[in-house]
């Protein structure tokens, strides 16, 4: 297995939901990917919703995952494949973004907000929405302020690292 392939499965950042909202399928991959986990249709499409219910620990579809799975690459996966950064680098950087996510999740918790999403990535869009609203009508609190700080560094950082923002 190449290095590529261990920072994927090392990382899984895409599949949790904290990079990505969604993952879409194409028509003929449905049938197939039906059999190995949830996925969601809406007139005739269809898209498996990001934490996919098929990473635990790791992709336990990873040989069948569908078809933009096996063909994404985020900045991160390019820049070990190019070279320009180590694999030990790497994973230092998945473990600041996991902690930086487990530092929102926990400031999250503590604030009453009431998210529709089950995914991370779209809690953090919803979230920033919602916070930087209440910036301009000056209702944040001190606690608010932090935790806006704190996506927009994750923002920052999913944009530079990942080449992805939210």
């Keep these: 297995m190449n290095d590529s392939e261990n920072i994927c499965l090392a990382c899984g950042c895409c599949c949790d939901g904290t990079l990505i909202g969604f993952v879409q399928l194409d028509k003929e991959e449905l049938p197939v990917v039906r059999e190995l986990t949830d996925i969601e249709e809406a007139n005739g499409k269809g898209f498996i919703l990001q934490p996919c219910k098929s990473f635990c ?3 336990t579809i990873y040989t069948k995952r569908p078809k933009q799975c096996g063909i994404f690459k985020c900045g991160l996966l390019k ?4 070279k320009e950064l180590s694999f030990d680098s790497a994973v230092e950087i998945i473990d600041v973004l996991k902690q930086k996510r487990i530092g929102i999740e926990n400031k999250l918790a503590a604030l009453d907000f009431e998210l529709k999403s089950p995914s ?12 930087q609203k ?3 009508e000056s209702s944040l609190t001190q606690d608010h302020l932090e935790l806006l700080s704190d996506i927009e560094k994750l923002d920052g950082m999913m ?3 990942f080449d992805l923002s939210l």
Excluded at 79 to 82: G, I, L, P, R, T
């Design 159 to 161: 944009s530079q690292s």
């Design 57 to 59: 620990d790791g992709c």
């Design 79 to 82: 820049s070990v494949e190019q």
């Design 120 to 131: 991370f990535y779209f809690k953090m869009v919803e979230l920033k929405k919602l916070l």
């Design 134 to 136: 209440n910036k301009i």
